[in-house]
């Protein structure tokens, strides 16, 4: 096998002549026209502003140079695939064969990609998520090789670590022949897919250890769009703001235009999407059709999609798409924007200021922060409704429970109990623990999917109770079901400390939205278990919305459910990479060793080594 100085020179000579051109399976789909679609990711650390960058931000043309990563204009480390922040787009047809070779090349950490949206049913083995899934990839080449079968917008990212929140993101589109919607739009453009994501001005490995090792906050300093965008928070940092160029939607007047949002961030950035004159028409979330839904302005959480109509009915003019944001990108005013370029309109920035707003814009708003919703203009996902009618049956096979809330605890990864317990150091050194049910998810030491043979000594199941060291409890969190039952997952966030609130992912499915609500600053499990109880929570059982990823309000809950018809090992966990990388995560486990295809042969394998002395 060769090492990675030798591959590094022919994959970059592929990559260059590469560049510029879009990919062969990025095109109009048709009928019968299936294809094998072949990527290569080039995993490495690399740098904003770095020598490809040549004079940016000095001189800004030298900004858009190819391998020159800008971001806002600040100096910092980040990891890149193919060097370009996000990661190349992969935008296929249904039914494409996708085949990506990730060749690692980082100094010495580890890599696996998720395909975010991708249910993976049949191909389990390719989910990219470690020690779950499959080993992760250290050196050498990892061949991710599956269909692309779930159509709608989605993304693909690293599931290890940090690495989604450092850079390792990318769009991940699936196109169909015939899609459902398709005439309530007249173009649906490659580079009309918007990827955003929270930005900050140091390494992601730097800010979490300054978060929970020292005092530092974990507030985020700007949004990007597309890997483009301004330093928002310059005036906080006493810095010039550099005027790099935005991204720009280019639309035709008179047509009406498919906007693809993707939500990429890493850190807890709720983005409020707006633009300016133009409402946008709701087609899709999550990659599932809804019935089309018109709002002034909508809040993309991590690991949510979006997709929007978008009608060019305005003079012809540029006008801002603002994307404002909320949580911790409210701190230091976040906010960027993007240009609406009409055809034939001036090359410049709109004239309005773009100046930070956390206020939904008047009207109609879609997925709301933390909202009760009862008032009329803030619409939940529980209350849009799918294109696909369905009629779910009243009671269910399985409940399960899910309490998600920062727990006051002896995080052993944070603290000794006997030197620096939580109790004796001050208020600004008390980092707490975000978990679900009081549990701190751990992986086990090798993958129960790939090598099912192995001992699992960490696992602890749903209803158990966990091993605890004092009152720190962690332990591989099972939810165990059987393979065709229905399931559903009742997701409190209860709260306790400030005001966040958590977007859960569940992989290999997507779920029927039936209930979602709030009922104060904080609340328990007890407390929603027995509201439900004496009635007070309708679930709507009719023609849903189906999602993989859902905002549980901070405070109140959101009610899911599914038929667990896609056996396999599932991960499910809050989608911000701090807390998911602390352990606010469980793991799905669907049917049996029999249900699922045999481990493909020679795949990477791991686990520990502990002989008897
Ligand atoms: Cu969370």
């Known amino acids: 096998m060769f090492g990675p100085p030798l591959l590094l020179l022919p994959l970059l000579l592929l990559h260059v002549t590469l560049s510029g051109a879009a990919h062969e399976c990025e095109r109009d789909c048709v009928v019968g026209d299936n294809r094998t679609c072949l990527y290569d990711f080039s995993l490495q650390?690399?740098?904003?502003l770095s020598r490809a960058c040549y004079n940016c931000p000095e001189e800004l043309a030298d900004c858009s140079r190819e391998e020159c990563i800008a971001?806002?204009?600040v100096a910092r480390p980040l990891i890149t695939v193919n060097r370009q922040l996000p990661g190349p787009s992969v935008q296929v047809c249904e039914g494409d064969r996708v085949v990506v070779d990730l060749y690692n090349l980082q100094l010495s950490d580890t890599a696996t990609i998720h395909w975010h949206g991708q249910h993976m049913i049949g191909q389990q083995y390719y989910d990219g998520v470690p020690y779950l899934t499959q080993c992760p990839v250290l050196g050498g080449t990892f061949r991710y090789n599956f269909l692309a079968s779930t159509p709608g917008t989605h993304l693909w990212h690293s599931h290890i670590g940090l690495q989604r929140g450092s850079g390792i993101f990318g769009s991940l589109v699936v196109r169909q022949a015939e899609d459902p919607h398709r005439g309530l739009y007249d173009t649906d453009l490659p580079e009309h897919v918007v990827v955003l994501n929270d930005w900050i001005h140091t390494s992601i490995a730097s800010k979490f250890l300054g978060r929970h090792h020292y005092t530092d906050d974990d507030y985020v300093r700007t949004i990007l769009v597309n890997g483009k965008g301004r330093n928002s928070a310059a005036k906080?940092?006493?810095?010039?703001?550099?005027p790099l160029p935005l991204e720009v939607l280019q639309?035709?007047?008179?047509?009406?235009?498919?906007?693809?949002?993707?939500?990429?961030?890493?850190?807890n950035c709720p983005m409020v999407v707006s633009v300016d004159s133009h409402n946008l028409t709701i087609i899709a979330t999550d990659g599932d059709p809804i019935i089309p839904f018109t709002a002034d302005s909508f809040v993309i959480y991590s690991g949510e999609r979006f997709d929007v109509v978008l009608e060019a009915n305005q003079p012809v003019d540029n006008y801002w798409i603002r994307v404002n944001g909320l949580v911790d990108c409210s701190q230091l005013e976040c906010v960027q924007g993007a240009v609406l370029r009409y055809e034939g309109a001036p090359i410049q920035d709109p004239v309005l200021n773009i100046t930070y707003n956390p206020s939904y814009p008047p009207g109609v708003v879609v997925n709301p922060l933390n909202t009760d919703g009862?008032?009329?203009?803030?619409?939940?996902?529980?209350e849009l409704y799918a294109l696909t009618p369905s009629s779910l049956p009243e009671t269910v096979d399985r409940q399960f429970y899910?309490?998600?809330?920062f727990n006051q605890v002896n995080n052993t990864f944070f603290y000794n109990s006997e030197l620096y317990p939580y109790n004796q150091v001050s208020e600004e050194w008390q980092v707490n623990t975000p978990q679900i049910n009081d549990i701190s998810f751990a992986f086990p030491a090798s993958p129960p999917l790939s090598q099912p043979q192995d001992e699992q000594p960490t696992l602890c199941l749903y209803g158990q109770d966990p091993p605890c060291d004092g009152d720190f409890c962690s332990c591989t969190y099972v939810l165990e079901v059987a393979l065709g039952e229905t399931v559903e997952f009742v997701l409190v966030d209860e709260g306790s400390i400030g005001d966040e609130n958590h977007p859960f992912h569940l992989h290999g499915y997507n779920f029927h939205v039936v209930a979602m609500g709030r009922l104060g600053t904080n609340t328990t499990v007890e407390e929603v278990a027995a509201l439900d109880a004496a009635g007070g929570i309708d679930r709507r059982l009719e023609d849903t919305v189906r999602k993989d990823t859902v905002t549980i309000p901070d405070g109140g809950y959101t009610i899911v459910r599914f038929t667990a018809d896609n056996p396999g090992w599932w991960l499910m966990h809050c989608h911000l990479?701090?807390?998911s990388e602390t352990g606010m995560v469980a793991a799905l486990h669907v049917g049996g060793v029999d249900d699922v295809p045999p481990v493909p042969e020679g795949f990477l394998t791991c686990g520990s080594f502990v002989p008897d002395i």
């Open 577 to 579: 990479v701090f807390h």
């Open 236 to 242: 906080f940092e006493g810095v010039e703001e550099v």
């Open 251 to 267: 639309v035709t007047e008179g047509l009406k235009h498919r906007l693809r949002f993707i939500g990429g961030s890493g850190m």
């Open 374 to 382: 009862a008032a009329d203009e803030e619409v939940t996902m529980a």
């Open 402 to 405: 899910l309490g998600f809330d």
């Open 45 to 48: 650390e690399y740098h904003t």
């Open 71 to 73: 971001g806002d204009g």
